[in-house]
């Protein structure tokens, strides 16, 4: 599922039913079928403002269970998918044209474009390749190392949905493109979207099993399996539509009531840095591909499963792999005029993002150029915030410095307006970093003068769970404790 705003606006009951109805693939051939790529509506705007409700009414639902949203999770996934949409809208069309290219000189047959047989062969046929793709995700290591990042949320919810990779779309448009040989390029396309929406609802905990359905769809039952790390979920439930290529090709995956999921990846990171977690796989690939023995299992280390190990089968055994039982979430408790901080800049981020996606057009390079670097440092900024990472405080200093100096507008009110938004929170983070000196100050006084150890005040100890490069956190992130949360 992407996210973008384009043609957002209030909908008409009629509307909405029939967003509601592309929520669950409802959709039928007329009034969906379509005679050129140009044709296709962007379902994905349509469907946003339903999203949004989406994910408001879990968390509501999730707070009356008493099993309270985790504000910065939520966040990092939402920040994966506004980078992932915005490289999406830099290279607006170039998988689509790809595909239009071999369809228009190497086509097979001609089907009908508005003929329903050619509707429900492409439903088939993109699900069908949709879980290849999905599954060769999971099961070439170099393409599980950038997909891991949807599987990395401890949380199983719907903002997880739009938890992808930069490089998502790409990976898929390779699995797409044998179609092209026999589906038409339009109906591809909406099957595509058609196809991703339907996966954002069961991103949820909140549905029970469904009956029946379970047996030919996939479900937030079955979806949650997939989402586990739990030795017997791993590798299953690749279906996107239908759960019916897992039934033939021998990765179903039941529910086991009995054993409680485990959501994440099996050596679960602790960070909320969305850059970081795009790339942090890689280099421990690249060593793992290096430090063999021979050029057949390097090539092995890269293009087997994640369990591979030398002499083992293409995925791995069972008995050499982790089985991850219950464990604490990573959480970091912030203050909560910090939490009021992130959810402003959060917002900001959304609306220069769906300026952007409107407008993008219209922009010049060193506009594009410009959104773009504040989109992804903002949203790393936010990421360091939010993990209590020591080095947060100076990162957003220093963020907010520069774009005060670059954000210059023609307009005079746009230009107050972005003076408003970046002087104040630079101000704020001088004074909070000079009353962080003076609390590590006194906090060092008193430890030489009555010999505390590690207690630095009154009220917090040093969380001893979360540590950069030896250095606790506290001093640099003030009444924030990083706390493992079952």
Same mark, same amino acid.
């Given at each position: 599922?992407?996210?973008?705003?384009?043609?957002? #606006?209030? #909908?008409s009951?009629?509307?909405?039913?029939?967003?509601?109805?592309?929520?669950?693939?409802?959709?039928?051939?007329?009034?969906?079928?379509?005679?050129?790529?140009?044709?296709?509506?962007?379902?994905?705007?349509?469907?946003?403002?339903?999203?949004?409700?989406? =994910?408001?009414?879990?968390?509501?639902?999730?707070?009356?269970?008493?099993?309270?949203? +985790?504000?910065?999770?939520?966040?990092?996934?939402?920040?994966?998918?506004?980078?992932?949409?915005?490289?999406?809208? *830099?290279?607006?069309?170039?998988?689509? !044209?790809?595909?239009?290219?071999?369809?228009?000189?190497?086509?097979?047959?001609?089907?009908?474009?508005?003929?329903?047989?050619?509707?429900?062969?492409? /439903?088939?046929?993109?699900?069908?390749?949709?879980?290849?793709?999905?599954?060769?995700?999971?099961?070439?290591?170099?393409?599980?190392?950038?997909?891991?990042?949807?599987?990395?949320?401890?949380?199983?919810?719907?903002? =997880?949905? =739009?938890?992808h990779?930069?490089?998502?779309n790409?990976?898929n !448009?390779?699995?797409?493109?044998?179609?092209?040989?026999?589906i $038409?390029?339009?109906?591809?396309?909406?099957?595509?979207?058609?196809?991703? *929406?339907?996966?954002?609802?069961?991103?949820?905990?909140?549905?029970?099993?469904?009956?029946?359905?379970?047996?030919?769809?996939?479900?937030?039952?079955?979806?949650?399996?997939?989402?586990?790390?739990?030795?017997?979920?791993?590798?299953?439930?690749?279906?996107?539509?239908?759960?019916?290529?897992? +039934?033939?090709?021998?990765?179903?995956?039941?529910?086991?009531?009995?054993?409680?999921?485990?959501?994440?990846? %099996?050596?679960?990171?602790e960070?909320?840095?969305?850059l970081?977690?795009?790339?942090?796989?890689f280099?421990a690939?690249?060593?793992?591909?290096?430090?063999?023995?021979?050029?057949?299992?390097?090539?092995?280390?890269?293009?087997?499963? $994640?369990?591979?190990?030398?002499?083992?089968?293409?995925?791995?055994?069972?008995?050499?792999?982790?089985?991850?039982?219950? +464990?604490?979430k990573?959480?970091? /408790?912030?203050p909560?005029?910090?939490?009021?901080?992130?959810?402003?800049?959060?917002?900001?981020?959304?609306?220069?993002?769906?300026?952007?996606?409107?407008?993008?057009? !219209?922009?010049?390079?060193?506009?594009?150029?410009?959104? =773009?670097?504040?989109?992804?440092?903002?949203?790393?900024?936010?990421?360091? /915030? !939010?993990?209590?990472?020591?080095?947060?405080?100076?990162?957003?200093?220093?963020?907010?410095?520069?774009?005060?100096?670059?954000?210059?507008?023609?307009?005079?009110?746009?230009?107050?307006?972005? +003076?408003?938004?970046?002087?104040?929170?630079?101000?704020?983070?001088?004074?909070?970093?000079?009353?962080?000196?003076?609390?590590?100050?006194?906090?060092?006084?008193?430890?030489?003068?009555?010999?505390?150890?590690?207690?630095?005040?009154?009220?917090?100890?040093?969380?001893?769970?979360k540590?950069?490069?030896?250095?606790?956190?506290?001093?640099? %992130?003030?009444?924030?404790?990083?706390?493992?949360?079952?």
């Open positions: 599922m992407d996210l973008s705003w384009e043609n957002c #606006s209030v #909908s009951p009629s509307t909405i039913a029939r967003n509601v109805g592309k929520l669950f693939y409802v959709v039928p051939p007329e009034g969906n079928t379509f005679q050129s790529v140009q044709d296709v509506p962007y379902y994905f705007s349509e469907m946003f403002p339903l999203f949004i409700g989406l =994910v408001i009414a879990e968390y509501v639902a999730l707070a009356m269970k008493g099993e309270g949203p +985790r504000l910065t999770e939520s966040l990092n996934s939402l920040s994966h998918g506004i980078i992932s949409e915005t490289f999406k809208i *830099l290279l607006m069309g170039v998988e689509t !044209s790809i595909y239009v290219y071999v369809h228009n000189h190497f086509r097979l047959i001609d089907l009908e474009w508005d003929n329903p047989i050619t509707w429900y062969a492409a /439903l088939l046929t993109v699900d069908f390749a949709y879980y290849w793709a999905h599954r060769a995700s999971h099961e070439i290591n170099f393409l599980w190392a950038q997909h891991q990042i949807h599987h990395s949320a401890e949380d199983f919810n719907i903002a =997880v949905a =739009v938890r990779p930069l490089t998502h790409w990976i !448009s390779f699995f797409y493109l044998p179609l092209a040989f026999v $038409p390029p339009p109906q591809c396309l909406a099957h595509q979207q058609l196809n991703l *929406l339907y996966q954002g609802w069961i991103h949820t905990s909140l549905v029970g099993t469904l009956g029946p359905l379970e047996l030919i769809f996939n479900t937030p039952t079955h979806h949650k399996v997939h989402h586990g790390c739990n030795l017997y979920a791993l590798d299953k439930n690749y279906g996107g539509f239908l759960i019916i290529w897992d +039934r033939i090709f021998g990765t179903f995956q039941d529910l086991l009531p009995e054993e409680e999921l485990v959501f994440g990846v %099996v050596f679960q990171h960070s909320h840095n969305p970081w977690q795009m790339w942090y796989r280099p690939l690249w060593q793992w591909a290096k430090m063999q023995k021979t050029w057949g299992d390097s090539f092995r280390a890269l293009f087997c499963g $994640p369990s591979w190990i030398p002499g083992a089968p293409r995925l791995g055994r069972d008995e050499d792999k982790v089985n991850v039982t219950p +464990r604490p990573f959480t970091v /408790l912030l909560k005029w910090l939490q009021g901080y992130i959810l402003v800049h959060f917002f900001a981020v959304i609306v220069c993002f769906q300026k952007f996606a409107l407008q993008k057009g !219209s922009f010049d390079e060193l506009t594009v150029a410009m959104t =773009v670097a504040y989109l992804l440092v903002t949203l790393t900024s936010i990421g360091l /915030l !939010s993990e209590g990472n020591p080095y947060g405080s100076y990162f957003e200093l220093a963020r907010c410095t520069i774009f005060l100096y670059l954000s210059t507008s023609e307009d005079y009110f746009l230009q107050g307006a972005l +003076r408003l938004y970046f002087l104040p929170s630079m101000i704020v983070w001088i004074i909070y970093l000079l009353h962080q000196v003076m609390i590590c100050y006194k906090a060092e006084l008193k430890q030489q003068a009555f010999g505390l150890g590690t207690k630095l005040n009154a009220q917090y100890e040093v969380p001893t769970s540590i950069y490069n030896g250095k606790s956190n506290f001093c640099l %992130v003030e009444n924030t404790a990083v706390m493992k949360t079952s």
